[in-house]
């Protein structure tokens, strides 16, 4: 079973900058449309970006122009570069699949942004 493992979490002022990497241990994840959540204190999980198989990208809409996801299948990892952090942007990123079924969640990297 494909597993995932986030990392790239921190502590950032607002307007900083953090990389975010998603590590899956089977290439069969490079196939995957894939997407980054964000569980914010005290809220359900969204979407925040997604990025199919082929690198088509989108974005929810108050992350366009912030953030950018990308991947390397060569790791089989994918990335969210995130610039321009706000506060409203704190929470536990996760990494899975943006369709059914979902494979199990990782621990999520924790992003914490100080105004």
């Known amino acids: 079973q494909v597993q995932l493992a986030e990392s790239g979490g921190g502590l950032v002022q607002a307007g900083g900058s953090l990389r975010l990497s998603c590590a899956a241990s089977?290439?069969?994840?490079?196939?995957?449309?894939v997407a980054w959540y964000l569980q914010a204190p005290g809220k359900q999980r969204e979407m925040v970006a997604i990025i199919n198989g082929g690198g088509g990208t989108n974005y929810e809409e108050s992350v366009k122009g912030r953030f950018t996801i990308s991947r390397d299948n060569a790791k089989s990892t994918v990335y969210l570069q995130m610039n321009s952090l706000k506060s409203e942007d704190t929470g536990v990123y996760y990494c899975n699949t943006w369709h059914a079924p979902k494979i199990p969640w990782g621990q999520g990297t924790q992003v914490t942004v100080s105004s």
């Open positions: 089977q290439s069969i994840f490079n196939l995957y449309t």
